[in-house]
């Protein structure tokens, strides 16, 4: 296992290089820079800023520079905003897009579980159809569709929650978790009906039921368990999916988050800001994929066997 | 809710005990809903005296010498004070740091006697050897500052600039003692005082700025809650990037008797619908924008709350004259002579703005543009058969660029359709995003371009300077020598308003008859304002003198 562990884990090393190699390049490619304004800047003026930011030096340079400042955790200066780091600007929005996404993901579980386990007790009646529909609605419909409507609904008809802001008003953060966990439990609620259908048509499930069980100890104690397992091994990269995109829904709900920044860098061609966000992004997926890599070799030791005797 | 219906087939507890667990994590994603005393945050604020600001986008930077912005120069303007500041409602200058000056005869020595009871926002006097320190910052070339341009006018500011001179005694601005300072133009620039209300020109606490890095560092972390030090009526208390900038009023103003506003919120609002709506939850006094579908609704719904008042803006496109088929005169004036500018102006932007014919927009400053041309459509196609394209036959055709924006997409499909319906040729559109677009501008990659110019300060000259030959907003390959006579030679050397406003005049005849740019309207503020706010009369700068600013509950 340790093994498997510490393999898995120089693997995901040339692809965060690769992420990075490949994300400075391209952005230095990319038309425009990150001084262009409808106002013309003088060539002085236009080479003092390349020298405060060290954009005069060979290509080559700066790539070295850059990745021996990262390795010291240093992700440089932002060009938009003069007088902050990357790092800060990243550690401001993190934990903020991180509770974005984890009120979202409970959003996500609590109503797709439901949704599902309703859905596969009697399927293919109207109990399933009603909820697998929505969850296709739901899997369907763009959140800079159901944010606004949500808030027109709730915000400004029924005057029920707050139109935007994060953490000024209280319950300003419902909207949000709800559009962006919208699209998650949609997609979990489908994970949950699956999984609990070839569950509860097992034999050890027709034995519970025998043996006389109550049919919500058997749904609840024992189908539950195995049924959810997909929507378990799913959650690794729906969180890191949360956080990388929750760009929409941060606008729509002014919410001073990660995706916000990630965004405008690429408009702004804040070179330092793109790579940051980037590579510290890129980073995530990756540990979050081995994770859930290491959890599924964990429960199923036939991957193990498998890795162990392929190499 | 339909799920409750859904459950009814499924086991009682169950069915609680899932709800029971929706509603513990809903109540955990903020609590319950409003509660408290039933106020909106604008009612709770015009009572307080904060006003609640929608600022447009997020500012990059709160460093007067760094920031180029709009939404910079709000908050700026609200922290520190120049020499001068401007009337809210004339925009004439009125003392600010300086509480009186002297011009000589001639129009070129400026000395400005400061204020005693000036103070920074640690307790230090405000001097004029602060004014002296800041404008060598502002200068020094290694800092790389955008708008260093602004103090040009002053004796060997722009060699010191453009690191021609190391000796910044030879640039002619002197501190004569503590509270006088004395500056030498290379020509009666009419217009150099509205510069010293540009927050380019004003002064930074050197201690500031030298504890934090050097007078050329621009990374350095001076400007932020904390760290700075300002000389204006407010005093930045919280800014929390993409959520809000929080100033106070100041103590230690020199004038804080007059400030009636306790605070200002300022909102990064970039997107306008959610600005919109948070208007409309009574979230915000004021807003950047109104989207422009809703101006209709608001109009017959709340028409108090809508502004929307001329702004010092031209909006045009421009032509690439260093190729055909725009290097051809004949061509440039038949499209500009078939553009129905009225139908425009009042159907695509639902009569907000106004049609223009030239470059500067009207009234800037007592100035109006001369008129050249008119809608012409009979005129145009005579002249586009002179030069070859008779009904539009064997016309090249021509790329027509915008920056992605609906609005200016909008504008671009009405002018190409009316191209092609009087003159009968076809223009494509071509959308990019804003710093490809910048750059192809740059490079004359184009055939056709938007552009837009908002001027920097109340004079003709903010517009008609930027066409000198080889001018770095030029863009468009015009050349005249006459014109460049006039703007850099004669226009800034003439005293009398009325003798400078006919040279600028001149000046734009030939620009118009030449038609490096197709003028198509003037650019108009438009703002939701909260019935509360007073004090905020319309200008053409849409200039906010804050101190002037304040909260009526009642109203």
Known sequence: MWRFIGLRTLQAIPVILTVITVTFFLVRAAPGGPFDDEKAVSPQVQAALEAQYRLDLPMHEQYLTYLADLFRGDMGPSFNYPGRSVNELIFQGLPITAELGFYALLVAVGVGVLAGVIAALKPNTVQDYVPMGLAMVGICMPSFLLGPMLVLIFGIWLDWLPVSGWGNTPGDKILPSITLGAMYAAYIARLSRSGMLEVLSQDYLRTARAKGLPERVVVIKHALRAGLLPVVSYLGPAFAGLLSGSFVVETIFQIPGLGRFYVQAAFNRDYTMILGTTTFLATLIVVFNLLSDFVAAWLNPRLRYQFNKGK | MNLTTLCTKLNHRIRTSLLLLTAVILAGCGGEQQSG???????????????????????????????TGV???????????????????????????????????????????????????NGDPVTAVDFHWSWRRLLTPAL??????????????????????????????????????????NNPTPYFLQLLDHYSTFAVHRPTIEQFGTISDRLSPWARPGNIVTNGPFELAEWQINSHVLVEKSDSYWDADSVRLNAIMYYPTENLVTEDRMFRDGQLHYTNEIVLDRIPVYRAERPEVVRIEPWLGSYFYMFNTTKPPFDDVRVRKAFAMVIDRQLITESVMQGIVQPSYALVPPDTLGYYPPSTFDYDPEAARALLAEAGYPNGEGFPGAD???????SHRRLAVAIQQMLQRELGVSISLLNQEWKVYLENQDNFNYDMSRRGWIGDYVDPNTFLDMYVTDGGNNKTGFSDPRYDEIILQEAPNTLDRDKRYALYQEAERILIDAMPILPIYTYSTKHLVDPSVQGLPPNIMDHINWKYVWLDPNA
Not at chain 2, 43 to 66: A, K, M, R, T, Y
């Open chain 2, 144 to 185: 790389g500052a955008q708008y260093n341009y602004n103090l040009f006018p002053v004796v060997n500011a722009e060699a010191y600039a453009n690191g021609e001179i190391d000796d910044f005694s030879q640039v002619g601005v002197e501190a004569i003692d503590d509270y006088t300072l004395r500056v030498q133009l």
């Open chain 2, 71 to 121: 939404a910079e120069n709000k908050i700026v303007s609200a922290l520190f004070e120049g020499l001068v500041t401007k009337h809210p409602e004339t925009l004439e200058v009125e003392p600010g740091m300086a509480e009186s000056w002297e011009i000589s005869d001639d129009g070129t020595l400026y000395t400005f006697h400061l204020r005693e009871d000036a103070l920074w926002s």
């Open chain 2, 37 to 67: 005393s039933g106020l909106t945050r604008v009612e709770q604020g015009s009572l307080n005296g904060v006003i609640h600001f929608g600022n447009g986008v997020e500012p990059e930077g709160l460093d007067p010498h760094i920031v």
């Open chain 2, 400 to 406: 027509l660029l915008y920056n992605t924006h609906e």
